[in-house]
């Protein structure tokens, strides 16, 4: 069984840089990618960042292409995720998932594997 536990937010102020760790046992052949996720009050998951396992592949929502950088460290089990520029709207808790089919996807139900989440507050 796959256990994510993810580090690193906390509170920083606009403009501002943080960079996530989730680390990850458990991992097999199987866990083909990985993802951030993050989510507000009220709302569910949103995707903001994905890794193939494998070949290292990047995708990204749009809100934050050129500001955030998502890469994975194999012999660490390790996915890390640098956040620059931050904003106010960036505001969130964050969240580590792996999913165990290929490739990645936004779509927070096609993951299997959840951290408990860490914090990222942004002051303008």
């Known amino acids: 069984q796959v256990q994510l536990v993810e580090s690193g937010g906390g509170l920083v102020q606009a403009g501002g840089s943080l960079r996530l760790s989730c680390a990850a046992s458990?991992?097999?052949?199987?866990?083909?990618?990985m993802a951030w996720f993050h989510q507000t009050s009220g709302k569910g998951r949103e995707f903001v960042a994905g890794i193939s396992w494998s070949g290292g592949n990047t995708y990204y929502a749009d809100s934050v292409k050129g500001r955030f950088t998502i890469t994975r460290d194999k012999a660490k089990n390790t996915v890390y995720m640098q956040m620059n520029s931050l904003k106010p709207a960036d505001t969130a808790g964050y969240y580590c998932?792996?999913?165990?089919?290929?490739?990645?996807?936004?779509?927070?139900?096609?993951?299997?594997?959840w951290g408990q989440g860490t914090q990222v507050t942004v002051s303008s």
């Open positions: 998932a792996e999913r165990n089919r290929n490739g990645v996807s936004t779509k927070q139900y096609e993951y299997g594997g």
């Open positions: 458990g991992l097999t052949f199987s866990s083909l990618a």
